[in-house]
Every structure is written in C-alpha cells, then in structure tokens.
C-alpha cells in the first residue's frame, strides 16, 4: 500500500501518536480536543488537504465507538435530540461538500467560531464563579446559624452508656451522586425536548455541518459553545458531550460521503490507520475520565478549553494577513 507513512521518520510518527492520542482524550472527556488532532498531522510534514480528508475518514470510526462508551458508561446520550441534530448535521456537512466548497466565507466563518467559542468560554466560567459563591454566601449563613444556636441551646446530658448485650445501631447515610444519569432531573436529561428544542437543534445541526466542512474545523467546537449559551445552565454537561458525540457521527459521515463522491481528494489509508489506533486508545481513556468527573469540574474545563480555542483561532485568522 502506498501510504505517506511508510517514508516518515520515529520523530514524526511520533508527534502523530501524541496530538492524535491526547486530542482524542479531550474530545472523550470534554467534547473537544479535535482542533490539536490536525495541526499535529501538519506539524509531522502531511499536506493540510491530505490531513484533513484522512482525519474525517480515520476518526469517524473513533467517534461512533464514543458514542457506544458513552452510552454504556453514562448511559447520557439523549437519543431523540441527537438524532435531529445528528440528521441535519449530515444535511449540512454534504450540502457544504457539494455546493458551497469554494463560494464560501471561510474567514468570516473562522471569526465567528473564534467569537462563539470565546463568548461561550466567558459564560461557562463567570457562571461557574457565580455558583462557587452562592455556595460560599449559603455555607457562611449555615455556619453562623449554627454557632448561634449552639450558643442559646444548653448542652446536652451525656449519652447513656450501652451495656454488653445492647445492640448498636448505625445509621447508615447514603451518598447520592447527583451527576450520574439516574440522578438527574428530566430537564438535565434533556430526555422530553420540546418541538421548538428539537427544531431549533435541527437548525443548529445544518449550520455546525456547514461550517466544519467549510473550516475544516470540528463539529463539537462549532456545536458546543451554541448550545451551550443556550442550555447551559439547564441541561447537563455529560448529556451535552454525549449529544455532540452523536452530531460529530453524523457530520463524519456526512462529509466522508460528500468527500468521496467528489473525488477531488482522497485519503491516505495508512495516516488513516495510524490516526485511528492511537484516537481510540484516547477516546477511551476520556470517556472513562468522563464517568467519574463532577460536573463543576467539567464545566471548567470545558469554559478553559473554549476560550483557549477561540483565542487560539482568532489568533491564527488575525496573523493570517
């Protein structure tokens, strides 16, 4: 098989295996981490049309096994939600392949990701800083009422001593997880979407489709910061990571299909199996990652990854002229 990877040196292979593997960590665990997959392909010396076509084709794959993870582990994949979105996300990603590849805005569009993602990234984190100090306020008030009352009550006589055939009995508090699935509210689910949410998520699916194919961007770095200033603060952060892991399938598909049927580019079957292997040991280990992280914790990473991206898009599009 003539590959591009048979002529590469271990340095190049390399940094390959290491912003593949870690970008797909990101992306298992905050939905976000593609946007480092691609630059390491450029950085190894693959040409930018090949890598990204052979991105598309290799982590598609990787994604639907996200999917699978998510399900099995979180069980937080909203099915009816992302099948709408998954379906116009496909609409778009072909529609932007067969009609709108070289008459597009492409700059304008990489100024709006860049703006959407930072826009979204100051949200996610000035709402995670207003929420650590209500709990604060809520924890001070609780420790004065506390001392006050200790201070009117009398203390209380000694406990009776228990005798040798006494039996003792334990109260046993249970721990409830509030981020696992069967925990949360039907909202934080987003399991009974409205008509206008499933509409709406259509809409959003054709035009994240439309503008990753035309940037060559991914879908979840155009998909999450959307929704996110949307429901972010109603529906839970592992059901939207678990949404946009649904989308990104679809886009892929939608794009592979669109790309091929062109037959203007096509990939490279060994970039492409060498992309895979390491993205799937990535996805992996992040879904994992993904099941035991607190929900504030997520949403800072998720708010820290959006403004690094943004920033870092805008960054590339200014120093671009």
Known sequence: MDTVVASMGAGQITVIAIGCGMGALLVGAV????VIMT?????????????I????VAFTPTVYVRVYLLQKYTKCVPWKCGSVVGCGSALGSVLSGALLLDSSPRDILTYLIA???LLAGFRDLRGLYVLREAKKKRMLEQTEMSTSVAEEVPPLPPP????????????HVEVVDKDSYENMTVLERWSEPTNKDLFILFIIGVLVGLISVLTGTGGPITFLPMVIMWKGEIVHRKVLVALSAVMSAALGTGAIISTLASGIDQPDGGLCLLITSFALIGVCIGVRLLEIVKRETLQLGMGLMLLGIGGFILHQAITKY
């Open 31 to 34: 939905g976000i981490g593609g």
């Open 53 to 56: 076509v052979s991105m598309f």
């Open 115 to 117: 703006v959407i993602s």
């Open 160 to 171: 009776p001593s228990i005798s040798v055939g006494e039996e003792k009995q334990t109260e």
């Open 39 to 51: 630059p390491s392909l450029l950085v190894a010396g693959v040409e930018a049309k090949l890598a």
